[in-house]
């Protein structure tokens, strides 16, 4: 079975911060894709990004970086520079690619960036 | 950029009714799915669609739960006898065959009175 966990419930920064939010997942498939979800206020689910599990490059898309470590099961994501339109709730989550398994999803991680 | 479109945005229902909560997928997708997530909890999946019959379910889609293709365009779900329980923002998602990416709908929020 797929866990995702994500051990932040709330984080609280200043604008302007970097911050790191923290996923750590269970998989014993060698095949899976992780991905990041921001959910807004307003509560639709806003795609990030995916990685799979053969490409352990780090991605930069702007102020946005996820770092991939397989060795910790580890797909962490920072904000450079926060901002207070980056106050969400995050996802990390979690498929394999077996005919049409779900999304694992964790709890998400509420982010709130202040002025 | 092709999108999931999910109606109502909204929905407040009394206690013991029947809700239809309905999704348009993308054309060309051919995996469906919905999840739940209870105001302030993770997004919980519910159940998977392919080839106009259920593949996967999980043990919230109980015997309360359908789910339906019924013109090849609409996937709705279906909720018999709501309970204040099923108060929750329902989300549709939609999968292109051989891809590993969701498109999820925008959500349509249920309010049990």
């Known amino acids: 079975a797929q866990k995702v966990t994500q051990a932040q419930t709330e984080i609280s920064v200043v604008e302007k911060e970097d911050v790191t939010l923290d996923c750590v997942y269970e998989?014993?498939?060698?095949?899976?894709?992780l991905f990041w979800y921001k959910q807004p206020p307003s509560g639709e689910l806003v795609f990030l990004i995916r990685?799979?599990?053969?490409?352990?490059q780090n991605e930069i898309s702007g102020r946005y970086s996820w770092n991939f470590q397989k060795s910790t099961s580890s797909f962490n994501f920072t904000i450079t520079a926060s901002q207070v339109v980056d106050s969400a709730v995050y996802f990390c989550?979690?498929?394999?690619?077996?005919?049409?398994?779900?999304?694992?999803f964790g709890k998400g991680t509420r982010l709130s960036v202040i002025a | 950029e092709p999108e999931v479109t999910q109606t109502p945005s909204h929905q407040v229902t009394q206690m013991g009714q029947e809700v239809i909560l309905r999704c348009v997928p993308i054309?060309?997708?051919?995996?469906f799915y919905w999840y739940r997530q209870i105001l302030g909890q993770k997004v919980e999946f519910l159940v998977s669609?392919?080839?106009?019959?259920?593949?996967?379910k999980s043990e919230i889609f109980d015997d309360q739960f359908s789910v339906e293709r019924p013109d090849g365009s609409n996937f709705t779900l279906k909720i018999r006898s709501t309970k204040l329980e099923d108060s929750a923002m329902y989300f549709c998602?939609?999968?292109?065959?051989?891809?590993?990416?969701?498109?999820f709908g925008s959500g349509t929020r249920l309010t049990v009175v």
């Open positions: 989550a979690l498929r394999v690619p077996s005919g049409n398994t779900p999304l694992v």
């Open positions: 998989t014993r498939d060698t095949t899976y894709y």
């Open positions: 990685r799979n599990s053969f490409d352990e």
């Open positions: 054309s060309n997708h051919l995996y």
């Open positions: 669609f392919y080839n106009n019959e259920i593949s996967e």
């Open positions: 998602a939609s999968l292109e065959g051989g891809s590993y990416g969701y498109t």
